[in-house]
């Protein structure tokens, strides 16, 4: 049974009341085309999609991407910073905290009207702020209408990877989308989302048949597997990584490219962890020169305090996934960027 609370008005009617500022669309429009050149080769840049776990907070978000947005000065000859402002990431088990989007007050329940409105200003506080454009995560394909107009970024997470929904929705995104694989692992389902996020598509959504042109900046993330006892299985190494070169060179899909997840099952979650895989990820790229080419660059959680907690109560740490600290943060960025 579904109980009717309110009608939530379409995203154009959210879009039209909360535009994206003019003096700030030229700066979405030059993050866009940096992220892009990078996944299409004509850059040499490395990518880094950096920033909380969840975006459970107005003010220490945009503190970071404040941080972010200084440091990215000093390294945007090698590097595109992309912050990750994660808005609909919930606990992982979907019980209590379920994001900004749903719950703007992460002590309250949930107000979904208000939580639109929240993140579509944090957004644009964030590019104001930061002269960054943001990175966010497609775990409601029906959601992703109402700030895509903010974002440089955007991801599938690996719960999503083989929903239908997910890659219908994907092929008419026009920044880069990165799909992870599953939670299996399986390289096979990776690409077969790819393939169809990178393909022309009909279908129904939000109340239209729509039609899509395909997005050819689709690509790969690699963020690990877990195996049917909850192991973790990490693929950031070269030769997983060449593996799937070998697919995608099979499936000749447009603009090859991967984004290697520091975390989540290539580091068993153990934050720190992030620091060595990026590390190897740069060392491997002098082996070959097609892992050189492949390899896009990362994705860091990152906030101000390393670590996490159940609730809001230290500033600027995450109440989801453990993040890197700010310290940390800084010295992998400027170490990132020494080797590039």
Known sequence: ??????????????????????????????????????????????????????????????????????????????????????????????????????????????DILKGIYAIRELNIKAIEASGLAAADEMLYPANIHYVDDLLSYIAVGARSCENQLHRLVASGVDVPLGVKNPMSGSILALINSIYAAQSPQVFKLNGWQVKTQGNPLSHAILRGAVDSYGNDIPNYHYETVMQLAENYAKSELKNPAVIIDCNHSNSGKKFKQQIRICEEAMRNRLYGNDYKTLVKGFMIESFIEEGNQKEDIVYGKSITDACLGWADTERLILSVAERV
């Open 1 to 110: 049974m579904f109980d009717k609370q309110i009608k939530i008005p379409e995203p154009e009617e959210i879009t039209d009341k909360m535009p994206l500022p003019e003096n700030l669309k030229g700066i979405k429009a030059e993050r866009d085309r940096l992220v892009t050149e990078v996944i299409t080769g004509k850059s040499e840049k490395l990518i880094m999609i950096i920033g909380p776990c969840s975006a459970h907070e107005q003010k220490p978000v945009l503190e970071y991407v404040e941080r972010l947005g200084r440091l990215s000065d000093r390294v945007k000859d090698k590097l595109v910073l992309v912050p990750r402002i994660y808005t609909n990431k919930p606990r992982t088990r979907g019980v209590g905290y379920k994001g900004m989007f749903s719950q703007p007050d992460p002590n309250k329940s949930e």
